[in-house]
Each structure stands twice: as structure tokens, then as C-alpha cells.
């Protein structure tokens, strides 16, 4: 079975740092999907980014990127120039590539940005 | 983007009554969706999958009985909790494919607070 291990269950910066969000995951699988969430207060999700394991260049959106170190089994997220809309919980999550389309999630890090 | 959206937002109910909550994809038609129950602070665990017109496969641990799933379309999947009790309190959010391509995007409703009294 995977399992997805965050942690850091509290992050707090200041508006336009940067930050990076920690996880490690583990499984016996040579290919996945990972992927970062953001869970706002209003509870919605929505992805921030993804990666696949058979892709060597960390994923980029925008501010948010990836470090992504497979023999490490490390997927971390940063954040450059922080916003106060930043602030909300952060998943990580894996997905095998075979079978069922089925999201594990980390515990989740709450990231706080302050004015 | 793709738009899922799950009704009601927050219900309550008394021990021993059944709730249902649908869960809708609004712009695409959705061949696999998914339910998660989330307890405060903590993650989401999947509860089940479900694929349109076929039986839901449930998690390990998740009671088949207590939480009845129905896929009858493929834009709504409904999630019954029968003979609820107060421990069934929780926030179930669902969420849709597009397809079965590895990897896809999960599209996350906005969830359903439970609160059973």
C-alpha cells in the first residue's frame, strides 16, 4: 500500500516569502502521478500542480513548483511571493498509474500567510 | 474549468434517519466518481469509487450497508447514509473524472457537512 507523509502540520510565513512544503511518500510502484492540493478555508479543493514520475523536470505553475527526487522518494512544493490568498491546507497526494484512479493523501500542512 | 457541485451543503439529522447527498458534475460527463469523508483537521479518506451504471467498490473498513452509493448517470452519483449516527457526523466531499486516463484531474465538489444529532 502507499502511504503519503507530510510532516509539517503547521507552516506560518510573511506575505511575499518564499516557503516549501514537505513530503515523502512511499510505494513499490515505478510509475505515479503526484500531486499538490490547496484546501482553503471554504473547503474546496483545487490542484495546485502535478507530476509525473517518469517526468525528470519538476512541474511548474506559476509561483508554485516542485522538487521532485524520486530515488528520495521526496515531492516537495514552494511557494515564491506568497499571498494572502496562499493561505489555506495543503495536500499531497499519489496516484498509481494502473487500476483505479484512486487519490492518497497526506496528512496535510497548514500554511498561514501573514501581512 | 470543470464544475462539481454536491447538495446539500450541510444537513442535519437525527440519530437513525437516512441522508442522501447528490453529487453532480456540471459541465462534462463524468465516467468515474469518487467520495471522501474528511473529520476536522484531518485528510480525506476515500470512502468509494464508483463508475457509471456498475456497483460501487468500497475502502477497506468502509460498511457497504451504512454508506450506499449510486452512480445512475454519468453526471450524478449519490451517497446515502442510512441509520446515521452521531459518530457518521463528518465532511464528505466527492469528486469526478473526466475518464479513466492515468493520472487524470479529480474534480472536488465543495463537500456536505453531516451533523447528526
Known amino acids: 500500500a502507499q502511504t503519503v507523509t507530510q510532516s509539517q502540520p503547521e507552516m506560518s510565513v510573511q506575505e511575499a516569502e518564499t516557503v516549501t512544503l514537505s513530503c515523502t511518500y512511499d510505494?513499490?510502484?515505478?510509475?505515479?502521478?503526484l500531486f499538490w492540493y490547496k484546501q482553503p478555508p471554504s473547503r474546496q479543493m483545487i490542484l495546485v500542480i502535478r507530476?509525473?514520475?517518469?517526468?525528470?523536470q519538476n512541474a511548474t505553475e506559476n509561483r508554485f513548483s516542485v522538487n521532485f527526487q524520486k530515488a528520495a522518494k521526496s515531492f516537495s512544493l514552494k511557494i515564491s511571493d506568497s499571498q494572502l490568498g496562499d493561505t489555506a491546507m495543503y495536500f499531497c497526494?499519489?496516484?498509481?498509474?494502473?487500476?483505479?484512479?484512486?487519490?492518497?493523501f497526506g496528512q496535510g500542512t497548514r500554511l498561514t500567510i501573514n501581512p | 474549468g470543470a464544475v462539481v457541485s454536491q447538495h446539500p451543503s450541510w444537513v442535519i439529522c437525527k440519530s437513525g434517519t437516512s441522508v442522501k447527498i447528490e453529487c453532480r458534475s456540471l459541465?462534462?460527463?463524468?465516467?468515474?466518481m469518487f467520495w471522501y469523508r474528511q473529520f476536522p483537521k484531518q485528510s480525506l479518506m476515500l470512502m468509494a469509487t464508483?463508475?457509471?451504471?456498475?456497483?460501487?467498490?468500497?475502502e477497506q473498513g468502509v460498511e457497504k450497508d451504512k454508506f450506499l452509493i449510486n452512480h445512475a448517470s454519468l453526471t450524478l452519483s449519490t451517497l446515502t447514509v442510512t441509520s446515521a449516527h452521531p459518530e457518521d457526523s463528518s465532511f464528505y466531499i466527492c469528486?469526478?473524472?473526466?475518464?479513466?486516463?492515468?493520472?487524470?484531474?479529480?474534480?472536488f465538489g465543495p463537500g456536505t457537512r453531516l451533523t447528526v444529532l
Open positions: 469528486s469526478a473524472s473526466l475518464d479513466r486516463t492515468p493520472g487524470n484531474e479529480q474534480f
Open positions: 510505494t513499490s510502484e515505478s510509475n505515479y502521478y
Open positions: 507530476q509525473e514520475a517518469y517526468k525528470q
Open positions: 497526494a499519489f496516484m498509481k498509474v494502473q487500476g483505479a484512479q484512486k487519490l492518497v
Open positions: 459541465d462534462f460527463q463524468a465516467t468515474t
Open positions: 464508483s463508475n457509471e451504471g456498475s456497483k460501487a467498490t468500497y
